[in-house]
């Protein structure tokens, strides 16, 4: 029997879930949406909020609610939500735990395998970040898959397009260019260029900062300092980019932001657009750079794939066409892309036959440091970007003093000559060596498999002396427990201990539901409420029980949006 394994598509602003059926991929829902909002939060009684509700409760308790965590992946730095504080990983553990749990409600199956996707441009630390993630999730995370290298996958899959492809892949907080060539049913990754802080998030900040601008304007008054009026300007301004993807102008209506007073503007699609123009230019670069590392002529490009919901504005497309001379296209939803891609790579990894064969690359310089002419520090190369994985390289080396017995190898990751600009992933010392005159011949060489772990082995040529070290990311994750960490977040969620059975769970242990009623009960008990608003509660509130007691699972999940958008305005 195959392995069960799904495909994740672990997002800055929205993550998804899929699997493999009749050769296919499905997108698995999550409370009834194709896609769920990356965001976890904790209510003012402590309990965990993932997904919509964390998202709907951002604008009324910004300090408990955390957005956009892909960005810090890698970064062991805290983030508080209430009073907790919680590591990036942590928090992604947590939207990972939903869609495991969402994708064994729908299969009717434990689930303990994935494929997860990262950016491109992801160094080692972001990487073994997400992969902690996943473990902490309870899931053997069998590939760490680059988000473009996904979304080509998918569209080799999927449609007729052999030739060479520009993937342009622009999300909520990164951005990632791929070159693909697709030939014979080999799909082959020759370049990839990026920049892990720029995305949608960042055109949001520029529309809100523009919104904050008209709101002083309009009553003299400064909102930056305010976290609610900040919170519900960015969900606010997040959905007046949406709407000018399709329309010219928007209305932008926030009533009784701060002190009473209502933001009422229109926005034009023309003057966002010169807004965020010069970040769009970064990307087009980006693009540059990756055709110029592949050694390929823009007009050798049979197509470009736009990927990311932030690739649906229009400005993208005009950009593209102008430096390029080629129409860009969203042939399959750039919102669901990867996860197919994910889903498609896991089902080969689980023995699945597939018609596609996957040839990925690096996205760094990885090597060591060396001293220069002038006995200053500087790092040497090993393994370039953009090496077709698996990669295997060596260097020859030599001793700097006369019968040196020890050296010490200090491995980094980047593209720059100096060190501090380079990410370390580790180091090591191999001990004695022949006492041979300075110049003694000592070769380093690194091994990278497909899942980016790294072996560097230090050999002395003479005498064959050799050392092998295994490098997966920087010393900041030594200090993490992953058992332990696992049993915090399981406790945090209100888990029981893992057990096989994964029948649905019963309505007292329901904890979306649980969730809702506790917010409903909440409103109930105040005197804000007038009569109409306090019916409208108590009917969906009956109704949710009744669907819970017929098991209509369609009812239920119309009675708990239904709830949960009456909610989100009454708490607002």
């Known amino acids: 029997m195959q392995d069960l394994i799904i495909g994740i598509d672990l997002g800055t602003t929205n993550s998804a879930v899929a699997h493999i059926h009749d050769g296919l991929p499905v997108i698995i829902p999550i409370d009834g949406e194709p896609t769920m909002p990356s965001c976890v939060g904790l209510n003012p009684e402590g309990m965990l909020l993932v997904g919509r509700e964390a998202r709907n409760q951002y604008t009324v308790y910004p300090e408990r609610t955390v957005l956009s965590v892909k960005r810090q992946m890698g970064n062991p730095t805290p983030l508080t939500i209430g009073e907790q504080s919680f590591r990036p990983e942590e928090i ?3 939207i990972l735990k939903k869609l495991k749990a969402a994708a064994e409600a729908h299969l009717k199956q434990k689930v303990t395998k994935a494929v997860i996707t990262v950016p491109a441009y992801f160094d080692e630390a972001q990487r073994k970040a997400t992969r902690n993630a996943g473990e902490i999730a309870g899931l053997e995370v069998v590939n760490i898959l680059n988000e473009p290298t996904a979304a080509a996958l998918a569209y080799g899959s999927l449609s007729d397009n052999e030739g060479i492809t520009l993937v342009y892949d622009l999300g909520g907080g990164t951005f990632d260019a791929s070159l693909v060539k697709n030939e014979q049913g080999v799909i082959e990754v020759k370049s990839s260029h990026g920049d892990t802080q720029l995305g949608g998030d960042d055109f949001d900040r520029i529309l809100m900062r523009r919104a904050s601008e008209i709101f002083k304007e309009q009553h003299g008054i400064e909102i930056t300092n305010d976290p609610i009026a900040t919170s519900r300007l960015k969900i606010g301004m997040e959905a007046a980019k949406i709407r000018l993807s399709t329309e010219p102008f928007t209305q ?6 701060h002190e009473g007073k209502s933001l009422q503007t229109e926005l034009a699609r023309a003057d966002y657009e010169d807004e965020i123009r010069a970040l769009l230019e970064k990307t087009i670069g980006c693009c540059a750079q990756c055709l110029n ?6 007009s050798q490009l049979d197509r470009i794939l736009l990927v990311g919901g932030s690739s649906r504005t229009p400005i993208v497309f005009e950009l593209l066409k102008r430096h390029f001379q080629i129409e860009a296209s969203h042939k399959l939803d750039p919102d669901l892309v990867v996860a197919y891609g994910a889903a498609l790579q896991a089902a080969s990894i689980a023995g699945v036959e597939t018609s596609q064969i996957l040839l990925d690359i690096t996205p760094h310089n990885l090597g060591i440091s060396t001293l ?3 006995y200053e520090e500087v ?3 090993i393994i370039s970007r953009n090496t077709p994985l698996p990669a295997s390289h060596s260097k020859v080396y030599y001793t700097t003093d006369d019968e ?8 980094y990751q980047g593209a720059y000559n100096s060190l501090e600009k380079n990410d370390c992933l580790g180091d090591f010392t191999i001990t004695g060596l022949g006492k041979f005159p300075a110049d003694s011949e000592l070769i380093v060489h690194f091994q990278l498999n497909l899942n980016g772990m790294l072996e560097v082995t230090a050999t002395e040529k003479r005498t064959g002396l050799k050392k092998t070290v295994e490098f997966d990311t920087d010393g900041s ?8 960490t696992g049993q915090r977040m399981q406790a945090l969620a209100g888990d029981e201990p893992q057990e096989e059975s994964t029948e649905p769970a019963s309505e007292g242990e329901a904890t979306p539901v649980a969730a809702l009623k506790q917010r409903a009960d909440k409103l109930l008990k105040g005197e804000s409420l007038d009569a109409d608003d306090r019916s409208e509660i108590q009917e969906c509130l009956e109704k949710i029980e009744a669907a819970q007691a017929g098991d209509d699972t369609d009812a239920l999940d119309a009675q708990i949006t239904a709830l949960e958008d009456i909610l989100f305005f009454l708490e607002s």
């Open 92 to 94: 992604s553990a947590l």
């Open 252 to 257: 932008v209506e926030e009533a009784f932001l």
């Open 293 to 298: 590392d592949a050694e390929i002529r823009a």
């Open 372 to 374: 220069d002419n002038y």
């Open 379 to 381: 790092f040497s190369p």
């Open 404 to 411: 040196q017995e020890s050296c010490h190898i200090k491995v």
């Open 477 to 484: 994750d030594a200090a993490l427990d992953i058992t332990a």
